[in-house]
T-cell receptor, first 112, second 111 residues
């Protein structure tokens, strides 16, 4: 069974640009969550999607957005990038009714 | 306002001895707790979990203890092995399901 797949693995962007990250969950998992990991703040919850609907949202500015498609694949978008957005962005999926998440390897975003 | 706290940023243990990683939480609505292990540049890997209706869960060398009255949980690794060296994250969830993570404890197991 394939795990959670995130693309790309690494990305370098310039301040002010926008970026889109992609996540394919484990087959059959309909819930997808996104987390940001930075050295100072640990893993912080961005948002969760279930059946194409945002179900829960963390405390991040509106520049961070996401969506989920009918095949459960998800994308997150960050607009008007700032240097502080440099982080490892992690996607995780879980089965319906399950409490445990399986994480992907992440996308390392560097903003210069 | 940190709802999940791991107060020890690092821990060093000798191979073969016990590693004890601690975690405190403030939200009494949390009812499910998990431990994840993470290597640099990789995603967290699930280790073990515990529901709030239990006070102990074991899986091989890993045991998680939950003390609800103290809002405290701990992960015991016995015996510790050099391959256990990683950052360990404690996480909690409530009715909404999303995970709230602590900031992690870096475990170093010396041969």
């Amino acid at each position: 069974k394939a795990g959670v797949t995130q693309t790309p693995r690494y990305l370098i962007k310039t301040r002010g640009q926008q970026v889109t990250l992609s996540c394919s969950p484990i087959s059959g998992h309909r819930s997808v969550s996104w987390y940001q990991q930075t050295p100072g703040q640990g893993l912080q919850f961005l948002f969760e999607y279930f059946s194409e609907t945002q179900r829960n949202k963390g405390n991040f500015p509106g520049r961070f957005s996401g969506r989920q498609f009918s095949n459960s694949r998800s994308e997150m978008n960050v607009s008007t990038l700032e240097l502080g957005d440099s982080a490892l962005y992690l996607c995780a999926s879980r089965p319906t009714g399950g409490r445990g998440y399986t994480f992907g390897s992440g996308t390392r975003l560097t903003v210069v | 306002d940190q709802q999940v706290k791991q107060n020890s940023p690092s821990l060093s243990v000798q191979e073969g001895r016990i590693s004890i990683l601690n975690c405190d939480y403030t939200n009494s609505m949390f009812d499910y707790f998990l431990w994840y292990k993470k290597y640099p540049a990789e995603g967290p890997t699930f280790l073990i979990s515990i529901s709030s209706i239990k006070d102990k869960n074991e899986d091989g060398r890993f045991t998680v203890f939950l003390n609800k009255s103290a809002k405290h949980l701990s992960l015991h690794i016995v015996p510790s092995q050099p391959g256990d060296s990683a950052v360990y994250f404690c996480a909690a969830s409530g009715s909404q399901g999303n995970l709230i993570f602590g900031k992690g404890t870096k475990l170093s197991v010396k041969p």
